[in-house]
């Protein structure tokens, strides 16, 4: 593991208007780690991958990506820094095909995958390339939010729970795919609800509440905290 | 004479190119209104004004440079967008934030302003724009006579309204553009300019408008109130295609221009207001407009 983390959050706040939704969160992760942000709903996930990704504006604190301020970065140059975002709802867009959703990122880096490699990484895509993107089903969706990021050549991307209402056997899949991915050095950060599944491909955990970090372990120490985790999660 | 319902084929004919002439201009200028809507989300009330415009840049140029009609063919579709982009950048892009009535209210306020100076400097009259040499006189078709010039605005406004709609539909800055009329925060994560998208799809419905103008300046007077006669018009096209929607928009611009008329020929008194008489039914049937999507 290098020195620097790759992205370095230092006492994020952050507001939806009025409303006070993140309270001085701190977080690291460091090249290459896979890190899991685990927390009941309205803890203040999602929310901490959106004011890091810039879409949410009224934030104050340090966020640092590969030597690069954050925070002073309109929200288009994020994803060129080297970011890349696969948020909750998907954002596969309605009118366009499978084909123009995968290459509609623009490329930031040398690095990505080729379009020919993404469809052998997901040979359905390839069968539905010329279908409305919308009309996948959710498991296909999801890899398509996922294939359209391995493009760019971002060097990290923010996961918001990939899993979220998908199949136990579409889950497995994408779990396979992250495994490749961290496989091929992709540093990620996830946010997920489903525990096991996360337990199988983070190095790392950070805890929420209440929006700030209550604790952050590696995956080894995961069986003495299970009494902690039960008891903030809810599981 | 062959007679069709009653009516001389010639006279309905006629009216039926008449309306295709006034359909090419309600197509050219309601698809520039639904791009704009579209990604911008703001009613451009500017519309007619800028299509006024077009005319004028046109006229001026021919009166004071002696530029001709070929050339502000493509001169003044330049000038008018890149006015368009003035406009975006230093109001339009500062209401994006607070209620889009400030959007509309903001490009009335611009049309009535530019109208008015045009109406000082110029008065109510029109002036006339001669047809270019090359497209003078017409063509007998044998069951018609066609003058060339009206013929030319409608293959060229089908023109551009096919060529904006295949460079929308099909190209890569097109795809931008459908995804960012979707969801433009998303977009910008992805690394896309989306205010810079934001200007140019202005300056491009914009320059839409422009080029209309130009086009219709031979066919009508050039006049400060060429614009704002027809824009009424124009908005019932675009609720009619459903806001947003492109091929509707360029389908019912036709359509309704069709529509307009047919009535002349067979119920003249009818002929202004039959656009709205359909406006209405359609959005007693279908709200969302005949090629909009329900909400």
Same mark, same amino acid.
């Given at each position: 593991?290098?020195?620097?983390?790759?992205?370095?959050?230092?006492? /994020?706040?952050?507001?939806?208007?009025?409303?006070?939704?993140?309270?001085?969160?701190?977080?690291?992760?460091?090249?290459?780690?896979? =890190?899991?942000?685990?927390?009941?709903?309205?803890?203040?996930?999602?929310?901490?991958?959106?004011?890091?990704?810039?879409?949410?504006?009224?934030?104050?604190?340090?966020?640092?990506?590969?030597?690069?301020?954050?925070?002073?970065?309109?929200?288009?140059?994020?994803?060129?820094? !080297?970011?890349?975002?696969?948020? @909750?709802?998907?954002?596969?867009?309605?009118?366009?095909?499978?084909?123009?959703?995968?290459?509609?990122?623009?490329?930031?880096?040398?690095? !990505?995958?080729? =379009?020919?490699?993404?469809?052998?990484?997901?040979?359905? /895509?390839? @069968?539905?390339?010329?279908?409305?993107?919308?009309?996948?089903?959710?498991?296909?969706?999801?890899?398509?939010?996922?294939?359209?990021?391995?493009?760019?050549?971002?060097?990290?991307?923010?996961?918001?729970?990939?899993?979220?209402?998908?199949?136990?056997?579409?889950?497995?899949?994408?779990?396979?795919?992250?495994?490749?991915?961290?496989?091929?050095?992709?540093?990620?950060?996830? =946010?997920?609800?489903?525990?096991?599944?996360?337990?199988?491909?983070?190095?790392?955990?950070?805890?929420?509440?209440?929006?700030?970090?209550?604790?952050?372990?590696?995956?080894?120490?995961?069986?003495?905290?299970?009494?902690?985790?039960?008891?903030?999660?809810?599981? | 004479?062959?007679?069709?319902?009653?009516?001389?084929?010639?006279?309905?004919?006629?009216?039926?190119?008449?309306?295709?002439?006034?359909?090419?201009?309600?197509?050219?200028?309601?698809?520039?209104?639904?791009?704009?809507? &579209?990604?911008?989300?703001?009613?451009?009330?500017?519309?007619?004004?800028?299509?006024?415009?077009?005319?004028?840049?046109?006229?001026?140029?021919?009166?004071?440079?002696?530029?001709?009609?070929?050339?502000?063919?493509?001169?003044?579709? *330049?000038?008018?967008?890149?006015?368009?982009?003035?406009?975006?950048?230093?109001?339009?892009?500062?209401?994006?934030?607070?209620?889009?009535?400030?959007?509309?209210?903001?490009?009335?306020?611009?049309?009535?302003?530019?109208?008015? *100076?045009?109406?000082?400097?110029?008065?109510?009259?029109?002036?006339?724009?001669?047809? $270019?040499?090359?497209?003078?006189?017409?063509?007998?078709?044998?069951?018609?006579?066609? $003058?060339?010039?009206? &013929?030319?605005?409608?293959?060229?406004?089908?023109?551009?309204?096919?060529?904006?709609?295949?460079? *929308?539909?099909?190209?890569?800055? &097109?795809?931008?553009?459908?995804?960012?009329?979707?969801?433009?925060?998303?977009?910008?994560?992805?690394?896309?300019?989306?205010?810079?998208?934001?200007?140019?799809?202005?300056?491009?419905?914009?320059?839409?408008?422009?080029?209309?103008?130009?086009?219709?300046?031979?066919?009508?007077?050039?006049? $400060?109130?060429?614009?704002?006669?027809?824009? *009424?018009?124009?908005?019932?096209?675009?609720?009619? &295609?459903?806001?947003?929607?492109?091929?509707?928009?360029?389908?019912?611009?036709?359509?309704?221009?069709?529509?307009?008329?047919?009535?002349?020929?067979?119920?003249?008194?009818?002929?202004?207001?039959?656009?709205?008489?359909?406006?209405?039914?359609?959005?007693?049937?279908? $709200?969302?407009?005949?090629?909009?999507?329900?909400?």
């Amino acid at each position: 593991m290098t020195d620097a983390p790759l992205l370095s959050v230092r006492g /994020l706040n952050a507001w939806y208007g009025e409303s006070h939704a993140l309270h001085g969160v701190d977080l690291e992760v460091f090249q290459g780690e896979t =890190v899991t942000l685990l927390g009941r709903n309205g803890v203040g996930k999602t929310t901490t991958l959106r004011s890091i990704m810039g879409l949410i504006r009224k934030r104050t604190g340090e966020i640092s990506f590969d030597g690069k301020d954050l925070m002073r970065m309109p929200l288009h140059h994020t994803a060129r820094a !080297g970011l890349g975002y696969v948020p @909750e709802e998907r954002g596969i867009f309605a009118t366009l095909t499978v084909d123009e959703n995968l290459i509609l990122p623009p490329v930031v880096a040398k690095g !990505g995958m080729s =379009v020919e490699e993404i469809f052998d990484l997901f040979p359905n /895509l390839k @069968e539905r390339r010329n279908s409305q993107g919308t009309k996948l089903s959710g498991g296909e969706q999801q890899m398509l939010a996922i294939a359209r990021m391995l493009r760019t050549g971002v060097k990290m991307l923010l996961l918001d729970e990939p899993t979220e209402g998908l199949a136990p056997v579409i889950v497995q899949r994408i779990g396979e795919l992250l495994a490749t991915l961290k496989q091929r050095g992709m540093t990620i950060l996830l =946010v997920e609800q489903n525990f096991r599944f996360a337990s199988r491909i983070a190095d790392r955990f950070y805890l929420m509440e209440h929006g700030k970090i209550m604790a952050g372990f590696p995956v080894g120490e995961l069986p003495d905290r299970m009494g902690q985790l039960h008891e903030v999660l809810g599981v | 004479m062959t007679m069709i319902f009653g009516i001389p084929l010639q006279a309905f004919l006629g009216q039926l190119l008449v309306g295709l002439i006034n359909g090419s201009f309600y197509a050219m200028l309601s698809l520039g209104l639904a791009i704009i809507f &579209g990604l911008l989300r703001v009613i451009n009330f500017a519309h007619g004004a800028q299509y006024m415009l077009g005319a004028f840049v046109g006229y001026l140029l021919l009166v004071h440079f002696g530029v001709g009609y070929w050339p502000a063919l493509l001169i003044v579709p *330049i000038v008018v967008g890149i006015t368009g982009i003035v406009i975006e950048r230093l109001a339009l892009s500062k209401l994006y934030d607070i209620d889009p009535l400030y959007g509309l209210l903001f490009t009335f306020g611009l049309a009535l302003v530019i109208e008015g *100076i045009f109406r000082y400097y110029f008065g109510v009259s029109g002036n006339p724009y001669s047809v $270019p040499e090359l497209l003078a006189g017409g063509t007998n078709l044998g069951f018609m006579f066609l $003058p060339n010039y009206r &013929g030319w605005v409608v293959v060229a406004s089908l023109a551009v309204c096919l060529g904006t709609w295949f460079a *929308i539909e099909k190209t890569k800055l &097109g795809a931008y553009l459908r995804a960012a009329t979707e969801n433009p925060r998303l977009v910008q994560a992805f690394g896309v300019n989306v205010p810079l998208l934001l200007t140019l799809t202005y300056g491009l419905g914009s320059a839409l408008a422009g080029l209309a103008g130009i086009l219709a300046a031979p066919v009508y007077q050039v006049s $400060p109130l060429m614009g704002s006669n027809l824009i *009424i018009v124009v908005f019932a096209v675009v609720v009619v &295609g459903g806001m947003g929607s492109i091929m509707g928009a360029i389908v019912t611009g036709y359509m309704l221009g069709l529509a307009e008329g047919l009535t002349k020929v067979f119920y003249p008194e009818a002929s202004n207001i039959v656009i709205f008489v359909i406006m209405a039914i359609v959005l007693l049937v279908r $709200p969302a407009g005949l090629f909009g999507k329900d909400a």
